[in-house]
């Protein structure tokens, strides 16, 4: 397996991979209305996506989003957002959500950002597990609720030189 920035062509493949992890994960119910921006996530110049792969495989993406004015969690050029986690359902168990959230720990530093914020999901709980793991803490004064009944965690990871 590696972890490498998409490709134009896959980009397709990586909104249907996003799209099926999150619906096999029952993540959309709640807001079935973020299908579209979930699947769009990355091909507004906004961010940069990455993939995990094996062979022509697509095993699971993450998207490293530096601070812009439209940012949804960021508050400032020295901050990044995680976007768009996800990994298919048959690779997961196999270290491809941890390669992901650490390619994207080393792209923010290679972009000397300080801190990495993401959102999630109460139910999120495999991929809150992963970002325990890498250090990220609850940050819970940047909690959102960008709808009724739809409430999103914050985290955040604090990188040093």
């Known amino acids: ?10 980009m397709n493949a ?3 991979l996003r799209e099926t992890a999150y619906r ?7 807001n079935p209305d973020y299908v579209q921006a979930l699947r769009d996530l990355g091909a507004d110049g906004h961010g940069e996506v990455l993939v995990a792969a ?31 986690f996800a990994v298919a359902p048959q690779a997961r168990g196999r270290g491809v959500g941890k390669a992901l959230v650490n390619a994207l720990v080393e ?14 999901l109460p139910e999120m709980v495999s991929a809150q597990y992963v970002y325990r ?27 040093k030189g």
Do not use: N
């Open 133 to 159: 793991a890498r250090g990220f803490e609850r940050v819970h004064e940047r909690d959102w609720e960008p709808q009724p009944g739809v409430r999103l965690m914050a985290y955040c990871l604090t990188l």
């Open 24 to 30: 096999a994960d029952g993540l959309l119910k709640a």
């Open 1 to 10: 397996m590696i972890v490498r920035r998409v490709l134009p062509d896959e």
């Open 107 to 120: 792209r923010a530093r290679e972009e000397s950002v300080s801190r990495i914020v993401l959102l999630s």
């Open 54 to 84: 094996e062979g022509d495989q697509l095993l699971g993406t993450i998207m490293f989003e530096p601070w812009h004015d439209h940012s949804e969690i960021a508050r400032g050029a020295d901050e990044a957002e995680v976007r768009a």
């Open 14 to 16: 990586v909104s249907a």
